[in-house]
């Protein structure tokens, strides 16, 4: 909901508001932002002076105020504002002297009316009520300058977006240095802020710093939203917990550079913002032009940090998802890249497929190396031609195959890049970012496609329609594997517009592409999880997670990636061992286990499994198949045990059924028991916990196995494997009635773990990163 009375702006959603007042002309205050109120007078949500401090300047004369120190939706350096500026552009005098009047405001129903004229992605009504818009307008006298302040209020999620929109009425060209999508002055400084960063292979771990004077940036330089620094930050009251405390959440629907700032001011009030990177930004706006900010996503609970996730799972799947795909169950998939990588031919694929679908599995993805003359990755992006020698046939002649396996074809494409090595870079080297008469550095090889080009984008368009009119295809693998350096076009006249036109052109061959097939399911990549953000989740609902596929690992990067988005967003697949990332060797229950909390995919050498493992397999695909939906859609949350071990749960909409999971990193002698506490089930209903039986291979014990064993079993040895081929042991299974309180507050004290004395049915053998899973069913 959203009101104005007298000067105050009251944004509510169920469990937040965002109130905000004219303090005067040019003074816009934030008066309040947190846990939903009621408002009876502005004055006492005012800030207050009766004298002005030393050396400020003064913003508001009669009433003392300098801008330095007051909670305000804009300001300037010129108005005496020495806090970081959400707003810098040079103006028509050479100066960067700007003072924006407040002129008008409108209230209305659903979302910013001109947001398809933005050419970004945004949050979408999507039939669901309570969506209100809140535009307050700005001008700029001098220049005839108007800025909009529009806030979108989606109260089923307790969101709000925020974004600025800027038009030049005037008949001379301004410069933007600086356009932040929304700042946000909190009056207090007792946060911390908590950040979501990483590399290749080990994107979005969790990191919490407490803050102190100055400023604290997050952002991306690379072209992407990258895996450096997810937009995503969270500020949460010092002491504040999974389960308690006051957090706030920001994130940005864009994909490209973006910029965070958290600045404790001298006077200990922070401000916030996101946007676009200033970083290598520059905008020339002629007379007429409009300058969009992306849309920025706001958050707030009083329950801690779990509590704030679950705001933005809602969010993105109600708001962010495309409603065709939003509560769609996404199909088990196989993926070739790491049981071939580049080595395959038609029979091997074949092989593979039909194994899959023994297993239970839905659809097969043929990655990377299927056109072209890619047999390595050195050459041949660009060329989206299939490799008929390698697939046997046309591209629609092995989708039938496919099919007639039993299984729905997906394909690789990474429709951004360019091969120096490759036809379409003989023939069209213009469409490559390079700098004239400089060195290129390449990354994996490769160069990226200059979408900030008309024409580029047409040619992506066509080709990848070219390989979806194949009719056959039901899921895309988009990805993405390098960074961009020189951020230039030669038909630019300003370079500085490069990277934001970029991101403006991907999003224009995105919704070409997913409007003309709807059906495709496209899964984002970018060398993993590097490009993980809502501007992509617009257009494709799930993006593989992360290129390590290690359970331990994706413990950090699914948890990490969990504080933003929700499950249904995320790839998760079983891979092999060693992994081929980090050579760990995790057992395959426990592989799944983690996948489970995602999207499962299998990404490995079918054929190599054993028939003790194939069955294993299968049980674990039926499982999955069985609580896929509340596995993809029900409300998940992590919790940390006494001893430290993880739980992760889910529960289902209804209440009515939930898994959880505890994940044992280290197995530490004589740690205290495990208590398995599940939350968010009915109270006093009735419930039933059982452990999903998990099979256990004998190698787990090494040599131990002949303490109890008839005959010698060696340790590493061939009596050893044949044992293992054909038999697995059955993991101890807990069975137990409680209700919902119980299992929430008190929770099961479960069976003993091993710990070297003795082994029987009852004995939880839990080594170094291994898992259990619970499954709660509410009693008929
Ligand atoms: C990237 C992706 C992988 C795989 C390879 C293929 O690294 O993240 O999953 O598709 O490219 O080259």
């Known amino acids: 909901m959203i009101q104005k009375s007298d000067k105050v702006f009251e944004i509510h959603t169920k469990k937040l508001s965002y109130i905000i007042g004219l303090r005067s002309e ?20 005012q800030e207050k002076y009766a004298s002005e401090y030393g050396n400020t300047i003064l913003g508001i004369e009669k009433e003392h105020i300098t801008f330095d120190n007051i909670c305000v939706e804009l300001s300037s350096q010129t108005l005496g504002d020495y806090r970081e500026s959400s707003l810098e552009m040079k103006m028509p005098d050479g100066s960067y002297a700007y003072h924006f009047l407040y002129k008008d405001y409108e209230i209305y129903d659903g979302i910013y009316k001109e947001s398809s004229s933005t050419r970004m992605p945004h949050a979408k009504q999507n039939d669901i009520e309570g969506c209100q818009t809140l535009e307050i307008l700005f001008r700029e006298e001098k220049y005839n300058i108007e800025l909009r302040l529009v806030y979108t209020a989606f109260e089923d999620s307790d969101v709000i977006t925020l974004r600025r929109v800027l038009k030049n009425d005037s008949n001379e060209m301004i410069t933007l240095d600086k356009f932040m999508s929304m700042q946000l002055d909190l009056p207090e400084a007792n946060y911390e802020m908590v950040t979501f960063d990483g590399a290749w292979t080990r994107e979005r771990h969790m990191h919490r710093r407490k803050l102190a004077p100055g400023r604290v940036v997050n952002d991306s330089n690379t072209g992407t939203s990258s895996n450096h620094h997810n937009p995503l930050i969270y500020l949460v009251r010092e002491g504040a917990s999974k389960d308690s405390g006051e957090c706030i959440g920001l994130n940005l629907i864009y994909s490209g550079n973006h910029y965070e700032a958290v600045e404790v001011s001298p006077y200990q009030k922070i401000r916030m913002m996101t946007g676009v990177n200033p970083h290598r930004f520059v905008y020339q706006l002629a007379g007429g032009d409009v300058f969009y900010s992306p849309e920025a996503v706001l958050s707030f609970s009083p329950d801690g940090m779990n509590s704030l996730a679950q705001n933005f799972h809602h969010f993105v799947q109600n708001h962010i998802i495309a409603k ?11 993926n070739n890249w790491e049981a071939t990588y580049f080595d395959f031919q038609e029979k091997k694929l074949l092989k593979l497929a039909k194994d ?31 490799n008929e020698k390698k697939l046997g046939g046309t591209l629609d002649e092995f989708a039938n195959k496919i099919e007639t396996i039993g299984l729905k074809m997906g394909i690789w494409m990474e429709p951004e890049m360019i091969s120096p090595d490759s036809d379409l870079y003989r023939s069209h080297p213009e469409y490559a970012i390079e700098v004239p008469d400089r060195h290129v550095f390449l990354g994996r090889n490769q160069l990226v496609l200059d979408l900030t080009q008309e024409c580029v984008q047409d040619f992506m368009i066509q080709s990848v329609g070219n390989i979806l009119d194949c009719g056959k295809i039901s899921y895309l693998k988009w990805d993405m594997n390098r960074q961009i350096t020189d951020g230039y076009s030669r038909l630019l006249e300003e370079n500085g517009e490069f990277y934001h036109r970029y991101v403006l052109g991907l999003y224009r061959v995105l919704d070409t592409l997913t409007k003309k097939f ?12 590097n490009r993980f953000d809502l501007g992509m989740l617009c257009y494709m609902p799930q993006i593989w997670t ?23 967003t995320m790839g998760a697949h079983v891979s092999a061992i060693p992994n081929h990332q980090t050579l760990r060797n995790i057992d395959i229950e426990t592989r799944f286990h983690v996948a489970c909390f995602g999207l499962l995919g299998y990404e490995l050498d079918l054929s190599k499994l054993n028939k003790s493992e194939c069955k294993v397999l299968k049980e674990q695909i039926a499982f999955y198949k069985k609580y896929r939906k509340v596995f993809q859609y029900g409300t998940f949350s992590t919790h940390k045990m006494a001893n430290d071990n993880e739980i992760w749960q889910v529960v289902s909409r209804d209440q009515c059924t939930a898994i959880a999971m505890v994940y044992q990193k280290e197995s530490t002698p004589n740690l205290s028991n495990d208590i398995l506490r599940v939350e968010g089930l009915l109270d006093e209903e009735g419930y039933h916990v059982r452990t999903r039986k998990q099979a256990l291979s004998i190698k787990t014990f090494g040599n131990l196995v002949n303490q109890v064993s008839p005959i010698e079993i060696a340790e590493g040895g061939v009596m050893q494997a044949i044992v293992d081929k054909v038999y697995r042991m059955d993991s101890e299974v807990e069975e137990y009635d409680v209700t919902g309180d119980m299992l929430a507050y008190a929770g099961i004290k479960l069976s003993q773990r091993f710990i070297g004395t003795g082994y029987n049915e009852k004995t939880r053998v839990m080594p170094d990163n291994t898992s259990r899973m619970y499954v709660v069913e509410k009693k008929k």
Request: aromatic share 10%.
């Open 26 to 45: 040019s003074c816009l205050e934030q008066l309040y932002f947190g846990r939903r109120i009621g408002v009876k007078s502005a004055s006492a949500l």
């Open 324 to 334: 065709h795909w939003n509560k769609n169950e996404r199909p088990v998939l196989v």
């Open 356 to 386: 899959a679908k023994e297993l239970g599995i839905e659809l097969f993805v043929l990655d990377d190396g299927w056109f072209g003359k890619r047999e390595n990755d050195h050459c041949s992006l660009g060329d989206w031609k299939v």
């Open 518 to 529: 709807p059906d495709v399911l496209i899964e984002g990549c970018s060398a993993g999880g």
């Open 546 to 568: 992360s290129d390590d596929t290690d359970a331990k690992e994706r413990i950090c990067i699914q948890e990490g990636t969990s504080y933003g988005y929700p499950l249904c």
